[in-house]
């Protein structure tokens, strides 16, 4: 059964960093591009980064370009994403997915894996 596992959301003050993590399980882990979406209250999903299955190539919208930073470990089956900077705009649920492209989209059908998600909160 796959799985896809966020981690490391919560409140934090504007200026301030957290780490999000996305544990995968029940699919080869390494054949997949991994992807970041962002989803606020009312507003519809939003593509983060991106980056394919050795780690080599990244991309990020440029709402959070030089203060994220997305990361994987195929031998722990792991994605990550380092928020720098953080302000009260990136409050949103944050999705890692799972795709077969190096897909550069918040649409969700466009992806094989979604998971269920990591609420981050910027606010002082």
């Known amino acids: 059964q796959v799985h896809l596992v966020e981690s490391g959301g919560g409140l934090v003050q504007p200026g301030g960093s957290l780490r999000l993590s996305c544990a995968a399980s029940?699919?080869?882990?390494?054949?997949?591009?991994m992807t970041w979406v962002r989803q606020a209250p009312g507003k519809g999903p939003e593509w983060v980064s991106t980056?394919?299955?050795?780690?080599?190539?990244?991309s990020y919208a440029d709402s959070v370009k030089g203060r994220f930073t997305v990361s994987r470990d195929n031998d722990k089956n792991m994605l990550y994403l380092q928020m720098n900077t953080l302000k009260p705009e990136d409050s949103a649920l944050y999705y890692c997915?799972?795709?077969?492209?190096?897909?550069?989209?918040?649409?969700?059908?466009?992806?094989?894996?979604w998971g269920q998600g990591t609420q981050v909160t910027v606010s002082s």
């Open positions: 980056i394919s299955t050795r780690g080599i190539s990244t």
């Open positions: 029940g699919f080869t882990f390494s054949g997949y591009y």
């Open positions: 997915a799972a795709g077969t492209r190096y897909f550069i989209t918040g649409s969700r059908d466009q992806y094989t894996y």
